[in-house]
């Protein structure tokens, strides 16, 4: 499988501040996700994006494919931006089956 | 709106008993997976299938079965509970990936297992 690294593994952050995560991930990749689970444990998607850049709103993610790495931005940061982040890859040669960094565990204190 | 949904949100169990876990989602995704989240280890995929009837281990398939009788569901089936398999367990599904833009996985709520 492919081995997908997440930084900073913790992140606390004083309300309004902005924030970057990063996501490595070890070999080319078909597609990535970002997903945010929040504290009742759903996975909801952020963003599809295998390469370039998106932006939702105070979100934003780039990938940059050729380097094997990810960015999600999060500017102005709310109490509920709080949770787990994930980045999920699905590999060149690994069928349809993504493949999960172990998160990025974010708490915005008012 | 695209919907996976898990039978249950919280369970109790006792050691040694079966267990199933449902999962149906009305997207007529062609492939579903489970997996188990475990604090300090992430998802881990349990098993996975990309058509009715087929089936697919994933990396911790070891005291787990699954069934895929029709398109929308896939149950996840503890054959002998014990108490290493309480965990978060969660479903997700997808469409097959040729030809299709934003193809991603989809997740149902989860449910808490809890073996005593």
């Known amino acids: 499988g492919i081995q997908v690294e997440q930084s900073p593994p913790d992140l606390i952050l004083q309300e309004g501040a902005n924030s970057t995560l990063r996501c490595n991930f070890s070999?080319?990749?078909?597609?990535l996700q970002w997903f945010h689970q929040n504290p009742w444990g759903q996975l909801i998607n952020l963003f599809y994006?295998?390469?370039g850049t998106k932006q939702n709103g105070r979100l934003s993610a780039t990938t940059v494919a050729t380097e094997r790495y990810s960015l999600l931005y999060i500017s102005s940061s709310q109490t509920t931006d709080s949770g787990v982040y994930f980045c999920?890859?699905?590999?060149?040669?690994?069928?349809?089956?993504?493949?999960f960094g172990t998160g990025t565990s974010l708490t915005v204190i008012p | 709106d695209v919907k996976v949904t898990q039978s249950s949100r919280y369970l109790v169990k006792r050691t040694g008993e079966k267990v199933f876990l449902e999962c149906v989602q009305d997207?007529?995704?062609?492939?579903m997976f489970w997996y188990r989240q475990d604090p300090g280890l992430g998802l881990r995929l349990i098993y996975f299938?990309?058509?009715?009837?087929?089936?697919e281990k994933g990396d911790i398939p070891e005291g787990y079965s699954v069934s895929r009788e029709k398109k929308e569901r896939f149950s996840l089936i503890l054959e002998s509970a014990s108490t290493n398999q309480t965990s978060m367990y969660l479903c997700?599904?997808?469409?097959?990936?040729?030809?299709?833009?934003?193809?991603?996985?989809?997740f149902g709520s989860g449910t808490r297992l809890t073996v005593v």
């Open positions: 997700a599904s997808s469409l097959l990936r040729a030809g299709v833009i934003n193809y991603g996985y989809t």
């Open positions: 070999d080319s990749v078909n597609n």
């Open positions: 994006i295998p390469s």
């Open positions: 999920a890859v699905e590999g060149s040669n690994t069928g349809n089956q993504f493949y």
């Open positions: 997207m007529d995704h062609e492939n």
């Open positions: 299938s990309y058509d009715v009837k087929m089936k």
